[in-house]
């Protein structure tokens, strides 16, 4: 009988990014489209609270090498849809010669998120790696354990469980056994060594990689079935065209990264429609937005209570601003537009720091102060709050027009997202993008055209920000004559050594000095100094068409592309889709 099971660091019990929302739909989907059992395999990370709360039960236990030893693993079971299998070695307790830093006692130690180890980028790697090793050789065994005699399909997410390819090699290769890897976003971690290869009992010339691929990903990309899965076709192209991804996050990889051994499978929504289905009827027309604008009023008074009632806690739950004055500038009679922003901070990835550049640059032309607010929700990253000072300071000099809540702000964030007229996605890079959660929820989409934000918002073409550089990439995906949705912007293709500026983004220089100055540094660049110059330019023109009373067509322009947007994301986005095509490649091999 063959099974099929995903293999993941990160789910919503040990969250962190964008695996966590893709586990919460796509295993049943899965299981329901292509008519397999499905499960996730995923660690027990204890010190994680969702994690250590699971009324797990223990279904069997295996042994794991670790250089001379063997350490015993418990698995767990949880079922919540779908059987979930945790791997646990919380009772062992690392030799002191194979820990990485003074907290590093155990295996998957993190405490905020599966990745929340070490105090710093080489320790967190080197951990990573480590652990990452150690849950594919338990994965190899865990899957003797639950059926020696299935077949198993396997897919890996990200470079942290395509260690099993790696554990599934020479006398841990199970027969029948087929593995496929997906990934979220391309990083990769390495060199993998042939001492640490030979401490989880896996021989190196079982798992061969050229010098300059002897990552996680080199060494085992070569032993995976094709196609690769990445979780939009849009990002597919992206690691082998894009700059930033094929000259220095994937530039090891582009051998193996080819158009035919590469397909992107676009995600289904994150969310469903938040919005009352009433309010959103395809033909709305003047007065049919009534609805839309009430609901959304509404909210934003919601999130205005919620701020009102907050008390911020210097400790857990700061607040970076000033929310009286905020609060009662919203209040005012002119309508001024939200523009939120949300989501965890990767400094390689996430753009906070150009959108704070952008934002300021705004505010300080004349008159803008009284035509917009930003809200800023950044779930501190691997800088924790200290990275993003840049916030900080933004909201302390406009503290009538940014608010910045570094937590997760559970009682006022959805009504926030709810009432704002825009969200901002300024990522360097968007394998699929939360586009579709902004629409969802009732927020017209801004975003740089890159990934998977090129196919979820459909650009207005008739304002400053539509430049060529987004018009080249838009056409791929949208019609001229397609209703627009959003707004996607892009600096220019032809800057000056555009790849020296994205390998100095990525390098982060600015971490070995004291005060740790991520937008000082970066603004040394013409690259970073262009994106932000266009971001402004995009949020110019998203005030302007928010303050349009009516179009051409008599339909005010903002509601008329919410509504077209929020069709758009329904129409092309959908989770039995996904799974459907990712049965139909599964099925060929």
């Not at 030979?198 to 021989?203: E, K, L, S, Y």
Request: glycine share 8%.
């Amino acid at each position: 009988m063959r099974e099929l099971v995903l293999v993941c660091y990160e789910t919503r019990f040990a969250r962190c990014g964008g695996i966590t929302a893709v586990m919460n739909h796509l295993p049943g989907f899965l299981q329901r489209v292509s008519g397999l059992s499905a499960s996730v395999i995923t660690p027990f990370h204890d010190r994680i609270p969702e994690t250590r709360r699971l009324p797990v039960r223990p279904v069997g236990d295996i042994a794991v090498p670790f250089f001379d030893d063997f350490v015993t693993v418990t698995i767990h079971r949880h079922d919540d849809g779908w059987p979930w299998y945790f791997l646990d070695a919380s009772d062992y307790r690392l030799p002191e010669n194979r820990r990485f830093s003074h907290a590093d006692e155990r295996f998957f130690g993190g405490r905020k998120h599966p990745y929340d180890v070490g105090s710093h980028a080489a320790e967190q790697g080197a951990i990573l790696r480590r652990d990452s090793l150690f849950f594919g050789a338990a994965v190899a065994r865990t899957l003797r354990e639950l059926g020696a005699d299935a077949e198993w399909t396997l897919i890996l997410q990200d470079w942290q469980a395509a260690s099993a390819a790696l554990a599934l090699t020479g006398p841990n290769r199970l027969r029948g056994v087929r593995l496929f890897l997906t990934l979220h976003n391309s990083y990769d971690n390495g060199p993998v060594t042939p001492e640490e290869l030979r401490a989880f009992g896996i021989h190196p010339d079982d798992t061969p990689a050229a010098a300059n691929r002897a990552t996680m990903l080199g060494r085992a990309i070569p032993l995976l079935e094709r196609p690769l899965f990445t979780v939009s076709k849009q990002f597919a192209r992206d690691l082998t065209e894009d700059l930033f991804q094929s000259h220095v996050m994937a530039d090891h990889l582009q051998d193996e990264l080819t158009p035919a051994r590469l397909v992107g499978v676009d995600n289904g929504p994150f969310t469903s429609l938040s919005v009352p289905e009433e309010a959103v009827p395809a033909d709305a027309r003047p007065p049919g937005y009534a609805g839309l604008r009430a609901w959304k009023t509404k909210r934003k008074a919601a999130c205005l209570k919620a701020l009102e009632a907050f008390a911020s806690d210097e400790e857990r739950r700061p607040a970076w601003g000033h929310i009286p004055r905020f609060v009662e500038t919203a209040r005012d009679p002119a309508d001024r537009p939200w523009f939120v922003l949300a989501g965890r901070d990767d400094p390689r990835q996430k753009g906070y720091d150009v959108a704070a550049e952008a934002v300021r640059t705004f505010l300080q032309k004349p008159g803008n102060d009284v035509r917009a607010q930003f809200l800023f929700f950044p779930i501190p990253g691997d800088e924790g709050r200290e990275g993003l000072a840049f916030l900080h300071a933004l909201a302390a000099d406009h503290p009538a027009n940014v608010l910045v809540l570094p937590f997760i702000f559970q009682e006022g964030y959805l009504a926030a997202l709810q009432g704002a007229a825009f969200g901002v996605m300024p990522s360097f890079y968007e394998p699929f993008g939360m586009a579709n959660e902004f629409y969802l929820n009732g927020a017209v989409g801004i975003g740089r055209a890159t990934g998977g934000l090129l196919q979820q918002i459909v650009p207005l073409r008739s304002v400053p920000s539509f430049t060529p550089s987004v018009e080249r990439r838009a056409d791929r995906w949208h019609s001229r004559s397609a209703a627009a949705t959003g707004l996607l912007y892009r600096e220019p293709d032809d800057l000056a050594d555009i790849v020296g500026g994205w390998r100095a983004f990525n390098a982060a220089a600015y971490l070995a000095r004291p005060d740790r100055g991520r937008l000082a540094e970066r603004r040394n660049y013409g690259l970073f100094m262009e994106m932000t110059r266009s971001l402004e330019r995009a949020l110019t023109d998203a005030v302007e068409i928010y303050r349009r009373s009516v179009d051409a067509g008599g339909a005010q322009t903002y509601f008329t592309m919410l509504v077209e947007g929020i069709a758009h994301i329904r129409r092309n986005f959908a989770w039995e889709r996904t799974a459907a095509e990712y049965t139909r490649y599964l099925s060929r091999c």
